[in-house]
């Protein structure tokens, strides 16, 4: 089976998250552009892209894992979005440690950190969620081994 082409692998992410909305109130897809874009700007192949768009579909259960497993995607963006996929009490370390021990996620799981604690993303948050989130995002970053955002 012939993998997606991008365009595909988008359009399947905009059609699965569709009419769903980020903390922030904004449409779900924005989130998954600007991570695949910041994919794409830290030098990401189009597995990794791939991967970005998907990237939370399955934990936000929007695909199950046996659909993601029946898409037509390489072994290597199925392992990406597996490596991504927050499991039901998972602790921080043990989620870092599959996204460092899965080639590639560990940058897919950069862009999208850097997309969660954007300031201007944050800043229409309450007070104790932002603090929250704040904190949460540079927990995972330092256990990602990803310098701090200044």
Known sequence: MTP????EVEALARTVHEGRTDKAGRPYAEHLAAVAEGVRARGGDAEQIAAAWLHDSVEDGVLTRDRLA?????PRTRAIVDALTKRP???????ARRIL??????????????HNADPERLAVLDGP????????YARMRALL?????A
């Open 4 to 7: 997606l082409t991008l365009p």
């Open 70 to 74: 029946a898409t037509a995607l390489t």
């Open 89 to 95: 009490g998972e602790q921080p370390e043990a989620y």
């Open 101 to 114: 021990a899965t080639p590639g996620a560990r940058l897919v799981k950069e862009a999208d950190l850097a």
């Open 129 to 136: 969620t932002r603090r929250r989130l704040t904190e949460k």
């Open 145 to 149: 081994g990803l310098a701090a955002k």
